[in-house]
């Protein structure tokens, strides 16, 4: 949905073909997209990001992905907030504590600064406050652990203004099996997990699968009866053996039931050189570890992989990596079925050169426009189809007497 008065404009450019666009031309009207059309960003680690290492992301932060300044100079409208609970944590028993702490601390930043950002609960807040010049920020939570098994857990998350839930995130929970973990107690979901993918459809609340196990994917999929969606992840095909990432099939069983698969930034991600890095790494961290008797705590093993990087410079993805996972989906899916999900602050030091923070979006339109992609093919990738989905996530609910209403 465009917002301004460049409409006419940007159409005519498009309609004359913006592949043959000039570079500067190019960029110029990368910029005037990026600030009409409302771009949605499905996963951003910015409230776990500021427990660790507080700040005050209504100015320029001096590290970190997302901040106000940033977010306005790339045209952000809509920033899912992550509300991302660490596996040690689920398993000591402090998910439900720390779910509430980050989404009161969302809700204070929202608060705090009433001008610059919004809590968003539904679609149509996210686009009320693009026309009102804020940023939105729905939460989203990743690992449902916090819902304990507990359905009037998830009423509670679902009151509190939680979008989505990821149902696991580094190791097998109470929900599902992980594609982190070899260990998959369930063989997929969880009998608790099959009931509570129906219950989150029915609740309004989308399911993401992104992190969870192969097969517990495929159970999602014959449980859903509303799209589901994979927040922030990307495709198997460019790094083979990553289980994190999908495969082809799962790219079109999201489609089938009328998902959205976000691609996701970080270069581990994206290319087989990043991934290859990560595993080498990780091997010689063990290996020191090993010949030095260290424990996993240990400061000399900070100092180590430091050291490791410095002689082994990491080898980052670009802008074209991300683009041909976007391609890719489009060509397996079709153009309805891709959008972003970033992972800012949540993949440190490995996103691509060109894509190192939330002001940088008119990279990646510069990038879809050289590609060939239309304005209205931009739109639905910048944010427009996730809308559309989470929109018929809620129809759905509605129809089964179980949606809240909008904040706005």
């Known amino acids: 949905m465009m917002r301004t008065s460049t409409v006419v404009f940007l159409s005519l450019t498009l309609t004359s073909g913006c592949a043959g666009t000039a570079?500067?031309?190019?960029?110029?009207?990368?910029?005037?997209?990026?600030?009409?059309?409302?771009?949605?960003?499905?996963?951003?680690?910015?409230?776990?990001?500021?427990?660790?290492?507080?700040?005050?992301?209504?100015?320029?932060?001096?590290?970190?992905?997302?901040?106000?300044?940033?977010?306005?100079?790339?045209?952000?409208?809509g920033a899912f907030m992550s509300i991302y609970i660490p596996a040690a944590t689920d398993e000591r028993g402090e998910a439900s504590a720390l779910a509430d702490t980050l989404i009161d601390n969302v809700e204070a930043i929202a608060a705090a600064h009433p001008d610059k950002f919004v809590i968003a609960?539904?679609?149509?807040?996210?686009?009320?406050?693009?026309?009102?010049?804020?940023?939105?920020?729905?939460?989203?939570?990743?690992?449902?652990?916090?819902?304990?098994?507990?359905?009037?857990?998830?009423?509670?998350y679902r009151d509190r203004g939680i979008a989505y839930v990821g149902l696991t995130h580094?190791?097998?929970?109470?929900?599902?099996?992980?594609?982190?973990?070899?260990?998959?107690?369930?063989?997929?979901?969880?009998p608790f997990g099959r009931t509570l993918v129906p219950e989150l459809q029915a609740r309004g609340i989308m399911v993401d699968v992104s992190h969870v196990s192969d097969r517990a994917l495929w159970q999602i999929l014959e449980l859903a009866q509303a799209p589901v969606i994979a927040s922030h992840s990307s495709l198997r095909h460019f790094t083979p053996g990553f289980a994190r990432n999908l495969d082809d099939a799962m790219v079109q069983g999201i489609a089938r039931t009328g998902g959205v698969v976000q691609i996701a930034f970080g270069s581990g991600f994206l290319t087989r050189p990043a991934r290859a890095w990560g595993d080498a790494q990780r091997a010689a961290i063990t290996a020191h570890m090993a010949a030095e008797t260290l424990t996993a705590d240990d400061p000399a093993i900070e100092a180590f992989a430091a050291a490791w990087r410095k002689d082994n410079p990491y080898p980052y993805a670009s802008v074209d990596d991300v683009l041909d996972h976007i391609d890719r989906t489009v060509t397996l899916a079709g153009i309805d079925h891709v959008g972003i999900g970033s992972d800012f602050d949540g993949?440190?030091?490995?996103?691509?050169?060109?894509?190192?923070?939330?002001?940088?979006?008119?990279?990646l339109i510069e990038g879809l426009l050289r590609r060939g992609y239309s304005e209205a093919d931009i739109e639905k990738i910048l944010g427009g189809n996730l809308l559309r989905v989470w929109s018929a996530v809620r129809e759905y609910s509605v129809a089964k007497a179980g949606a809240v209403a909008c904040r706005s």
């Open 23 to 77: 570079g500067p031309d190019r960029a110029s009207l990368a910029n005037e997209l990026a600030r009409d059309l409302i771009i949605v960003d499905t996963h951003i680690d910015v409230p776990y990001r500021l427990v660790e290492a507080p700040a005050d992301v209504a100015a320029r932060t001096a590290t970190g992905d997302f901040d106000w300044p940033r977010a306005r100079a790339g045209g952000l409208d």
């Open 347 to 363: 993949v440190g030091d490995t996103l691509p050169v060109g894509l190192k923070d939330v002001s940088a979006y008119p990279a």
């Open 121 to 156: 609960t539904c679609p149509a807040d996210v686009r009320a406050a693009a026309a009102s010049g804020r940023v939105a920020l729905p939460l989203g939570m990743e690992n449902g652990g916090p819902i304990a098994g507990d359905l009037a857990r998830l009423d509670h």
């Open 170 to 190: 580094g190791k097998s929970n109470h929900i599902s099996d992980s594609s982190y973990d070899p260990n998959e107690p369930w063989g997929g979901l969880s």
